[in-house]
């Protein structure tokens, strides 16, 4: 966490000089910093860094509308992945102290949106589409080589989505949600009939398939999309629903490295109040709570990880983004607003920006 | 008196503003009952005389009894493209969008499965309750299309024909039968028409007013995509890249140019006969008024494409005004997209209508 001295600290005399007086005042209050790609108020794509009490604090403009970020965990530095089927990633300081710069998708590949930094800071991965074979891969990317891409990995699966790092620091865990998109027909989705979602996990340093996870038959119309781990290290996922839109499957649930996955069983009227739509998995500090949110349904949901159950279901309209903060989980909306649920002392606000699906703690 | 004066000031006070502003259930009532189910009712008229010239081509071959089925297949895509919109309801249960238009077919799916049946002559393709138990890409238009219009297609005009014309005969059935399924679900008053006119907390998708019209500003920004990334870039080229008429939806027909504009012609009329831009405050009108400007730009624009894809991609001036179709739609996007919601109040659909 960057408590707001440390921030300062990071931040520099040059960007804490660039703040207007009011920011820096609401900057002086704020103990957390999120990000997340926005669309700004005025038109056009950034990604900002916000405190918990709504004070935009800085963003870095992007061509076209990002997805999630990441943060090297030596430098701080972060990455804004562009959109699916975006071909740019942006790095960026938070603190300000250097340019940002730009890269750009191999030729043949687009990025999927999220990513993920190797422990030492030292590499870059993305989930990339190599589109002309409908084929998922993890672009490799040498951090002190300017970003310069070096090779890429397979991630046993078509339409990879969120990728993590495991806390283990050797093992990615990737979603590969299945559905087969190409650049030449924008993101419309070309084999529903025929996806094979599942959970990938391999090895970082050899990019070899440890073990690969898929839901039961019925249910291959399932694209797992997102996660999160809890204290555990199990990882929690939430699926889209591409088949029929009068059923309602079970869109939540978790898969451990050592080869059990399973959908938990929420309450009917909680699992309609997702529409078939799981927008961003997250987990809160300790790993004991987990957040799923659904922009379709307008909800925000906080479950135990030990049994599953609902803690708290926040109603917030276009919520997508989740993090953990403090004591509890923070969720962030299309429409500029900022909530707590779970134990986050943060109270409803709104911000001059909208969030894109993806909130993410700075630090 | 009193009585008079009270009712003089309240007429005062709403001046002509009930005129000007219909409510949110007027709205979806004229949506459902004056856009969608008539689209639905058409298609299902129109498919059902193409079952009905089909089989009378299979009975009597000629070249004419050809052509007549190969004009109503125009009328069946024509009727197709004013509801395809709508893929919420009856187009979504049952795979029925997927089994009457699979597309985009970037690997070619569909001529594959298709030249299979006709070169293997499976009889099972030729009843309709067996063709539906088959690939989805061999039993809507895509398929019909080349059976009537593809390699070898000549021959339904003879006896050699034979089996190709019951094959399409099947198609056509089956487009006829789930036509009229769904026209007589969009028609039952106690179906989605009732959910939608009259949404309710127990509802699983149209919980109020807002999530109705969020799902009809939802057609319109979802339907201009799709024209969009599906049916004229695929064949324009992206960033300049070289024109590729043969990935064109419906070329084999003509259709492609035709049944673009009759998607952009649907989605006028939603957004002009249900009133949904009047429900905007009035000093927002300006959005509706310029999306109906920029449709008739995109009417104009798409008169000046003539002849078939292949030709018009051979001449510069009409990529031009393909081209200028696709910023057209673009303009639109902003205006239906993301100015209207916002002055409806609606969410501006940032993450939601268009997740990830």
Known sequence: MWQRRAFLKAAGAGFAASLVPRRAEALERAELVFASSIQKQAGGYAAALVSEAGTLIASVDLPERGHDLTFSPVTGQAVAFARQPGTFAVVFDPAGAMAPQTITSLEGRHFFGHGAFSPDGRLLYATENDFENARGVIGIYDVAGGFRRIGEFDTFGTGPHEMLLMPDGETFVIANGGIETHPDYGRAELNLETMDPSVAFIDRRTGDLIGQLRLADGLHKLSIRHMAFDAQSRVWFGCQFRGDPGDRPQLVGYATREGEIRLIELPEGTLGDLRNYVGSVAASADGAIIGVSSPEGNTILALDAATGGVIEALSMRNGCGIAGDAAGLLASSGDGELGGLAGSGVARLSVPVLFDNHLRRVG | ?356
């Not at chain 2, 009378?56 to 493209?81: H, I, K, M, N, T």
């Not at chain 2, 690997?107 to 002559?121: D, F, M, N, S, Y």
């Not at chain 2, 084999?252 to 006028?268: D, E, G, H, V």
């Not at chain 2, 081209?323 to 205006?335: E, G």
Request: net charge negative; glycine share 8%; charged share 20%.
């Open chain 2, 1 to 356: 008196m009193r009585v008079w004066l009270a009712l003089l000031i309240g007429l005062l006070a709403t001046p002509a503003f009930a005129q000007l502003h219909p409510t949110a259930r007027t709205v979806i009532t004229q949506a459902v009952e004056e856009v969608i189910r008539p689209g639905f009712a058409g298609f299902a008229a129109e498919t059902e005389r193409l079952a009905a010239r089909q089989a009378e081509l299979c009975a009597g071959p000629s070249a004419d009894a050809l052509a007549v089925v190969r004009g109503q297949f125009g009328a069946v895509v024509q009727a197709w493209s004013g509801i395809e919109v709508y893929r919420f309801g009856p187009l979504m249960t049952d795979n029925r969008t997927e089994r009457i238009l699979f597309w985009p077919d970037r690997k070619g799916i569909a001529l594959r499965q298709v030249q299979a049946i006709l070169a293997t002559e499976d009889e099972t393709a030729t009843d309709p309750a067996t063709l539906y138990g088959k690939s989805v890409a061999v039993q809507g238009l895509g398929a019909l299309e080349f059976v009537l219009f593809g390699t070898g297609a000549e021959a339904l005009g003879t006896e050699q024909g034979a089996f190709r014309c019951r094959y399409g005969s099947a198609i056509a059935a089956l487009l006829s039968s789930t036509a009229a399924e769904m026209s007589s679900e969009w028609a039952d008053p106690a179906g989605i028409s009732a959910r939608l006119i009259r949404p309710s907390q127990s509802d699983p998708d149209y919980r109020d007013n807002a999530e109705v019209l969020q799902e009809l500003v939802g057609v319109m920004a979802h339907g201009l995509e799709m024209i969009r990334d599906q049916r004229i870039l695929p064949f324009l080229g992206r960033g300049g890249a070289e024109p590729k008429p043969r990935s064109a939806l419906f070329w084999r027909s003509n259709q492609t140019m035709p049944s673009i504009l009759a998607n952009f012609t649907a989605l006028r009329a939603l957004l002009v006969n249900s009133d949904i831009w009047e429900y905007a405050p009035t000093e927002q009108f300006w959005i509706g008024e310029q999306a109906m400007a920029e449709f008739d730009s995109v009417a104009i624009y798409g008169s000046g494409v003539t002849g078939t894809v292949e030709e018009a991609m051979a001449d510069p001036a009409q990529v031009d005004q393909v081209a200028n179709i696709v910023i057209s739609s673009q303009v639109i996007d902003k205006l239906v997209g993301e100015d209207l919601p916002a002055a409806l109040g609606l969410s501006v659909g940032f993450s939601s209508l268009d997740g990830d």
